[in-house]
């Protein structure tokens, strides 16, 4: 049982980290590493951890952060620490 449930908590950190990862870029309006089509005077600034409470346990996941701190992910949201 604890082999499924790591599983489904491994699964729920990807899925959050990538869905994240997709949110900045589209706020930034540039990949990762596509600085030349960069609009904006925001960018990228690293990443900051966070716990999420499952009803499979707890779940780290590391969120991106931008230089403006105009971010503000839709799920979870910046103050969310449940998704249960």
């Given at each position: 049982m604890d082999d499924i449930q790591n599983l489904f908590k491994e699964t729920?950190?990807?899925?959050?980290?990538?869905?994240?990862?997709?949110?900045?870029?589209?706020?930034?309006?540039?990949?990762?590493y596509d600085s030349k089509n960069k609009s904006?005077?925001?960018?990228?600034?690293?990443?900051?951890?966070k716990t999420l409470h499952t009803r499979f346990g707890d779940v780290g996941i590391s969120v991106p952060l931008n230089r403006n701190s105009e971010f503000d992910p839709q799920i979870p949201k910046k103050n969310?620490?449940?998704?249960?």
């Open positions: 729920i950190a990807a899925f959050m980290e990538n869905r994240l990862d997709a949110e900045l870029e589209d706020e930034l309006g540039y990949g990762r904006t005077d925001n960018s990228r600034n690293g990443h900051g951890s969310q620490t449940s998704i249960r």
